[in-house]
């Protein structure tokens, strides 16, 4: 029985990448209450726990398990290293990364993998990483970071993220980042992402017809045992699929909308236009009501003149249509946003639950 620990485990990118390789979560733990709600939603098998990593004590964690963890994942939060927004060094949240490797020391897994924004590895921010990476115990091999972008995985979105990976030699076979190069396979296009999903409308849950799904959607909707919640899972299996609730424009949107090209940037909203064949940028969170609650820039749909729904971002972002977010756009699109591609942390995982001896 593995012992995996995701840390800001937001609604479960890492979680369901890792449960894919055969690495199922059994704690997790994530403070903001929504994204908390949804992993406990669904992975009703791990411990999900609505924590304060800032403040609590390592115990908090360890009376969720027995023995010695054999990974312990996550992604502290990053907004203040990040390219896209306002880079702010001495943000408070900041202080989480180094949080996290005090987590590594304190419940000594055999493997830890944290991921993050480029923005650590730049010039102004990386000491804070190699500060919080030489924190960690001797007993570790830790490989140098590396920047590794989601959509030359098999994912439909173009996301590069911070990887770091640490082990221990005495407990675990050389990991190294060649493994998870091998992995590669090459991007999706967003036409392939969206295939066969509905215009939406007035209702969330709608029903989905797809008598030959293609490979992406097909590996995306495959089943993995004690992941989903049942609703949501008897749902799918009847054709029935959430987050179709259609965003209103005006028709003077929609026509400026109708003149901007697939892979152009729209005059006025600024709004990306997504083209079919290629992977979509980079889908944004915004802002948690402690920053404004700002709504991220959802981009245009390829051939309709509309935002993307919840249902297209978790498609392009790569989570099956089973899974389940919140009730409003809002929420559900800063879960999206936040997440790491599931279709990358799968292969992300993969090497390493084969040096574990995991099979998924």
Not at 212 to 231: A, E
Not at 252 to 274: I, K, N, Q, W, Y
């Amino acid at each position: 029985m593995v012992t995996a620990i995701d840390l800001f485990s937001g609604c479960g990118g890492l979680s369901l990448g890792a449960a894919r390789a055969g690495l199922h979560p059994t704690v997790a733990v994530e403070l903001d209450k929504h994204a908390f709600a949804a992993h406990k939603l669904n992975f009703p098998t791990c411990r999900s726990e609505q924590l304060d990593l800032s403040s609590i004590d390592a115990q908090d964690i360890k009376r969720s398990y027995i023995g010695q963890p054999d990974i312990l994942f996550g992604g502290p939060p990053c907004q203040g290293f990040s390219y896209m927004g306002r880079r702010v060094l001495d943000d408070p949240r900041n202080e989480l990364l180094r949080r996290f490797f005090h987590f590594v020391n304190a419940l000594k897994p055999r493997v830890f993998v944290m991921e993050n924004v480029p923005g650590l590895l730049a010039e102004a921010s990386v000491e804070l990483l190699q500060a919080a990476i030489s924190s960690v115990a001797e007993d570790y091999e830790v490989l140098p970071p590396v920047i590794l972008d989601a959509a030359r995985f098999g994912a439909a979105t173009k996301r590069r993220r911070v990887i770091v990976i640490g082990y221990i030699p005495a407990a675990v076979p050389p990991i190294l980042i060649q493994d998870i190069l091998n992995e590669e396979r090459g991007a999706v296009c967003v036409d392939q992402a969206l295939a066969s999903l509905p215009e939406p409308g007035d209702h969330d849950i709608v029903e989905v017809t797809d008598t030959n799904p293609n490979d992406y959607v097909k590996h995306l909707n495959r089943r993995i045992p004690s992941v989903g919640d049942p609703c949501a899972i008897a749902d799918f299996e009847r054709g029935l699929v959430s987050g179709f609730i259609a965003t209103k424009h005006t028709p003077d949107v929609e026509a400026r909308f109708g003149r901007t090209l697939p892979g152009a940037t729209e005059t006025v909203s600024r709004l990306h236009r997504l083209a079919p064949n290629e992977a979509a940028r980079t889908l944004r969170a915004g802002t948690g009501p402690d920053r404004g609650s700002f709504q991220s820039a959802r981009p245009i749909h390829f051939s309709s003149n509309r935002v993307i729904t919840v249902r297209e971002a978790a498609r392009i972002q790569g989570f099956p249509d089973w899974f389940r977010f919140h009730p409003t756009k809002w929420h559900s699109h800063r879960m999206i946003g936040n997440s790491v591609s599931p279709i990358f942390a799968e292969a992300l995982m993969t090497p390493i639950a084969k040096a574990l001896g995991v099979k998924s």
